[in-house]
């Protein structure tokens, strides 16, 4: 089992800064992927950006340039610095985590709020 943990979340005006965490515990070798998901009210869960085990990144087109995932090895953390906050980034941020072997697993977060005001 794998265990993620976010936080970093909150309020933050239009033009401003945040940066989430996510710590991953448990069974976390052979973690292939961690990503960054967020899910506004009544919409689905989007993917916000991506890291490979191998340091690859991608991101949605509505973040490029302004959202940057990290990830410290040592400490276990990825991390997603968000700039230039936008209202429409208002949601409720996961961490997400997969394991490609004879199983793809898949290990969630509990999610954590950021709300950007205008």
């Known amino acids: 089992q794998v265990q993620l943990v976010e936080s970093g979340g909150g309020l933050v005006q239009a033009g401003g800064s945040l940066r989430l965490s996510c710590a991953a515990s448990?069974?976390?070798?052979?973690?292939?992927?961690m990503d960054w998901y967020r899910q506004a009210p009544g919409a689905q869960r989007d993917l916000v950006a991506r890291?490979?085990?191998?340091?690859?990144?991608h991101y949605a087109d509505s973040v490029k340039g302004r959202f940057t995932i990290s990830s410290d090895n040592a400490k276990n953390t990825v991390y997603l610095q968000m700039n230039s906050l936008k209202p429409e980034d208002t949601a409720v941020y996961f961490c997400?985590?997969?394991?490609?072997?004879?199983?793809?697993?898949?290990?969630w977060g509990q999610g954590t709020q950021v709300t950007v005001s205008s």
């Open positions: 997400h985590a997969v394991k490609l072997g004879t199983y793809k697993l898949d290990y």
């Open positions: 890291i490979t085990s191998g340091g690859s990144t």
């Open positions: 448990g069974s976390i070798a052979s973690i292939n992927v």
